[in-house]
């Protein structure tokens, strides 16, 4: 990819060294996914980990998509 612009590199790659993202692995629908948590109940979806060809066509699943979640796990009773 070429980039033209005014700014000089240093300017626009600068942090990049320094950026760890922090991934989650979630099931949402039944398909497992990579996610990147974007704010306290959304998250950017990463890659889709599934064997199921219709789930990559589906586009509420496409990669960069923004998704609710819950980053707890629900609690189930035992009882």
């Known amino acids: 990819m070429i980039h033209y612009s005014v700014l000089p590199m240093e300017v626009i790659f600068e942090g990049i060294e320094t950026y760890e993202p922090k991934y989650l692995e979630i099931e949402q629908d039944g398909i497992s ?3 990147e948590p974007i704010s306290g109940f959304q998250a950017r979806i ?5 064997c199921n060809p219709q789930d990559y066509l589906n586009r ?9 979640y819950s980053p707890f796990p629900e609690a189930t009773s035992s009882i």
């Open 33 to 35: 996914m990579q996610i």
């Open 46 to 50: 990463v890659r889709l980990y599934s």
């Open 60 to 68: 509420q699943y496409a990669p960069g998509t923004i998704i609710s």
